[in-house]
């Protein structure tokens, strides 16, 4: 009889070992596999509606050979979206500063050059553009990130 005791005894502690094992990998195998799904790359969403019709902002945009790497990649997707940009506020505060009329001004001219503000918003824009929001939610999201208190410089 102590035979069979010390036996199941073993028996039981191989099972747990067994269990930990199993909820173990599993655990590692939920954490890598939302690491994986959280960094993936985005997929390109066809947008939901062009990104054109009528501007606020007439004036012919800079073309972006005149610039080069990242400078000239904001004015090619001004080019490219010219209604969402237009649709979005500067918060360089440019409106209040050079009476630029919307965000699309800034790339009308080499404002938008030189201002880490209109790019980084310009760049926001499209990326949410390409999962495919909606006007209204790229002006709520770039509002959201960018928005700061206007302060007199």
Known sequence: MGKNKSGNNSS???SKKNISSIVLGLLVFLIVGGV???TKPGERVQPVAPATGLLIETRPLLSDAVFTGRVAEAYRIAAEIPKVIDSL????YCKKNHQHK???TCY?????????????????AYELYNQGKTLD?????????????????
């Open 12 to 14: 039981a502690k191989m």
């Open 102 to 104: 919307t965000l699309l």
């Open 36 to 38: 994986y799904v959280a």
């Open 89 to 92: 506020f500067c918060y360089c």
């Open 137 to 153: 939610e790229i002006v709520i999201a770039v509002d959201k990130k960018f928005y700061r208190p206007y302060r007199r410089t």
């Open 108 to 124: 009308t001219n080499r404002h938008g050059s030189k201002c880490d503000i209109c790019m980084g918003e310009v760049f926001y």
